[in-house]
Every structure is written in structure tokens, then in C-alpha cells.
């Protein structure tokens, strides 16, 4: 696999997560602004239940896809299809399970409404498994196309309902009209290139055994990293807390498609060196994280530098209260995406089982340590804990166990630059 194919792909895949960067920044910028902090706070609030099911929509299966299509070209169309049929299926239950929850949970019936409107986004959500495929043949422009032309579209849209005026539920319908321009777009840059989607029993029922681990690891990771401190806040103190505490994380994981980017151009070829060169495979591996690592050490430095003039700039004087929280939580950005690219280590070494162990030592540090500094310093504990629970779930706990300790060793080797940028290095 060349050098030059890699850096095309990953350019690809930079220049489209950039384009939509821009787009998704000014519209949420516009939306932010339209609604005011309350109304805003309503929509991320309501989200953050639609959010712990998306985990079981996506079956575990988009952990494991790109390693599965590459090892078995010739059952693309096979795995691709059957992969998507599985997802809309558990898709549709999710919806109604997500409905149910906010139904019972809270008395406000608009919230109801906001949560039917955006988990429709679980649903058209299953077609993204057609970017893996696009992304296991390095052919990431294809996919990075039909991306940029379905946030042209939802951008229109959204901008339209601004300037009409529309109300709160339009926005909700929002989350889900992203997904389904992509969708559209996805599937038929997929059908233009003459390709089939085919189901199978028998593959639906391998795609699970391999799957199996991160359906509940992910609806852990759901909860350590991304509603725990949303839902806990909304609870304790309000919703227009919750818009504060959005809008700072929003421009904190504004410029993290960076750091995906790279996790996905480099993934194909970490996995290749598995099967050839374990050495090789150590280096590009620990490679990966340190780039992560100091990525994203410049990027927390600069937020905090920025925030206060961030804050005034996209959103307003009204939104002031974010910033001193969007400082903080811009440190959790480097454990965090260290963590994503931890999959591609446990699947190699064939440690999935543990992902579940890892994520539940998360989930519950995540509540914990919510609840009680949330209590203690309201929307600024809620920053703190998102830091703590990162740097503590996806470092820290790996040592504590003996099969992911290896792991723990190639990420403090690569925070202190061992056996990164020399030829040779020894044996972890």
C-alpha cells in the first residue's frame, strides 16, 4: 500500500470532514443564536436520550467493519448489505424505545416531540456503514463527495428555517435531516459505481459473535462520553445550563475531525502490518497516539488561550457563562480520541472482550464523578469530570488489567516519544 495513496485518501477525508466542519460550525453558530440558550439547551437535552441508543443501532458492527472488509474483499457486497438490514431493524425499536424513555422520565410533553423528530436520525444513521466501505479502499473522495453535498443541502435547510422563523421542533428535525441527506447521497454514490447490497443469515450471525463485545462497551461510552454530564445537568440544575455546557463542547469537538481522520486513513494499515510485521505494527501504532496525544495537547492549549473570544465571536454576550467550562473540557479531547484508536489494538490482538470491562470502569466513574462535582461547582464540575473520566478510562484503568497492559505501555511510550521517531526500537 503506498505512501502517496495513504496521504491522498487521508487529504480526502480531511478536506471533507473540513467542508463539513464549516458548514455544520456557521449553521449550529446560526441555530445557537436564533434559539437562545434555553430553546438550545431543550434540543441537546432531549438528544442526549436518543444518543444511548444509537450503541445498539449500530450493533458494535462499526468497530469491526473496516477490518472485516478487508480481510474478505470478495464479501463486501455481502457484509455491507447485511450489515445496514441489521442496523434499520434495530433502528426502528430503537426509536420507539427512546420515546417511551423521555415520555417517562419527563413532564414537559414538548420533549417528546423534540426526541420522535431527532432520534428518526438512529434510522438513516445505518447507511453509513457504505463510508466504511469507501474508507477500506482507500477511496475516501467517493464518500467524501456525497458527505459535502448532503451538508450543502441540510445547511439550506437549516438557514431556511431561520429565516422563516420556524420554532423549536424544526431544529429537532434537524438532527435527523443531516443523517438522511447523507444517507441519500452515500447510497447512491454507492449504486453509481455499480455495486450490490446483498443480506445473509449466515454473515449477520458472524458479524454479531465478532461484534458482540462493543454493543454494550458502546452504550457505555455513550454514557462516560458524551450524556452523562448532558442529562446530569439537565436534571440538577436546567436546561439553559445545558446550552451553555453545548455550546463550549461544541467548539471544543469542532476540530477533532483532524484526529479522525487520521485514525481512519491509518487504520487499513495498521491492520495490513499485523498479519506481516509486528514491529512495524507496534511503531505505527504507537505513531498514531502520540500524534493524537500532541494534536491534541496544541489544540486544548489554544482553547484555553481562546475560549472567552471564541465564545463572544460564534455565539454572543449571552452565551458568556460557556466559556470558562469549554477551557476545561478541551483537555479531554487527547484520552479520548487515544481511546477510539485503542480499537484497532484490541481487535489485532483479538482483546475485544475487554472493551465492555474498560467501558463499564467509564460509565461509572463518569456518574460518579458527575454527580458529585456537578453538586460541588455545577456547569464547570461538569467539565472537570468529562477530563477526569477520559485520562482515568482510557490510560490509567489499562494498566490495572493484565491483557490490555501492553496497550497502556504503547501509549506512555508514545506521550514520551519512545520508539516513535528513531528506525529501530525494542520489543514492548
Excluded at 498479519?275 to 496544541?298: G, H, P, V, W
Excluded at 473540557?329 to 465492555?356: D, L, N, P
Excluded at 460509565?363 to 469530570?385: H, P
Aim: proline fraction near 2%; include cysteine; hydrophobic fraction near 50%.
Amino acid at each position: 500500500m503506498s505512501n502517496k495513496k495513504l496521504v491522498v485518501n487521508a487529504s480526502w477525508i480531511m478536506i471533507g470532514r473540513i467542508f463539513q466542519l464549516a458548514l455544520t460550525f456557521v449553521t449550529t453558530m446560526l441555530t445557537a443564536r436564533y434559539l437562545g440558550p434555553t430553546d438550545n439547551g431543550k434540543l441537546v437535552y432531549a438528544y442526549s436520550y436518543v444518543q444511548l441508543f444509537l450503541p445498539l443501532c449500530t450493533l458494535g458492527l462499526n468497530d469491526i467493519i473496516v477490518k472485516e472488509l478487508v480481510d474478505q474483499r470478495e464479501k463486501n457486497d455481502e457484509i455491507l448489505g447485511t450489515t445496514i438490514v441489521m442496523r434499520m431493524a434495530v433502528s426502528l425499536l430503537s426509536m420507539l424505545a427512546a420515546v417511551i424513555l423521555v415520555s417517562l422520565l419527563n413532564d414537559e410533553r414538548s420533549y417528546v416531540t423534540i426526541a420522535l423528530l431527532q432520534s428518526l436520525s438512529l434510522l438513516f444513521q445505518s447507511l453509513d456503514a457504505l463510508m466504511y466501505f469507501y474508507q477500506s479502499k482507500l477511496l475516501s473522495q467517493r464518500s467524501g463527495m456525497a458527505y459535502a453535498l448532503a451538508y450543502i443541502v441540510a445547511s439550506v435547510f437549516r438557514i431556511a428555517f431561520i429565516i422563516l422563523k420556524k420554532g423549536v421542533f424544526w431544529f429537532a428535525f434537524c438532527y435527523s435531516l443531516d443523517y438522511l441527506m447523507v444517507a441519500l447521497f452515500l447510497y447512491v454514490t454507492y449504486r453509481k459505481d455499480h455495486l450490490k447490497l446483498k443480506f445473509s443469515l449466515s454473515m449477520a450471525k458472524t458479524l454479531l459473535k465478532k461484534s458482540r463485545y462493543y454493543i454494550f462497551a458502546g452504550l457505555l461510552v455513550v454514557i462516560y462520553g458524551k450524556v452523562t454530564d448532558t442529562l446530569l445537568l439537565g436534571k440538577m440544575v436546567n436546561e439553559t445550563t445545558v446550552g451553555y455546557y453545548s455550546a463550549g463542547t461544541v467548539l471544543c469537538n469542532a476540530w477533532p475531525f483532524i484526529l479522525t481522520a487520521i485514525i481512519d486513513s491509518l487504520s487499513p494499515v495498521i491492520i495490513d502490518l499485523h498479519k506481516t510485521d509486528k514491529e512495524a505494527f507496534r511503531k505505527k501504532l504507537k505513531q498514531l497516539y502520540a500524534m493524537i496525544f500532541y494534536i491534541s495537547i496544541l489544540a486544548a492549549i489554544g482553547i484555553t488561550v481562546f475560549a472567552d473570544l471564541a465564545i463572544r465571536i460564534v455565539y454572543g454576550p449571552e452565551y458568556a457563562p460557556a466559556a470558562l467550562p469549554m477551557k476545561i473540557y478541551g483537555w479531554s479531547t487527547a484520552f479520548s480520541y487515544i481511546g477510539v484508536a485503542r480499537a484497532i489494538w484490541m481487535q489485532c490482538e483479538e482483546k475485544t472482550k475487554y472493551e465492555t470491562t474498560i467501558s463499564l470502569f467509564g460509565a461509572v466513574a463518569s456518574i460518579l464523578l458527575n454527580y458529585f462535582l456537578i453538586r460541588a461547582y455545577n456547569i464547570v464540575g461538569a467539565a472537570m469530570a468529562a477530563v477526569l473520566t477520559q485520562f482515568l478510562t482510557n490510560f490509567i484503568f489499562l494498566f490495572v488489567m493484565k491483557d490490555t497492559r501492553e496497550n497502556a505501555k504503547l501509549i506512555l511510550d508514545a506521550i514520551l516519544l519512545k520508539g516513535v521517531l528513531n528506525r529501530r526500537q525494542s520489543r514492548v
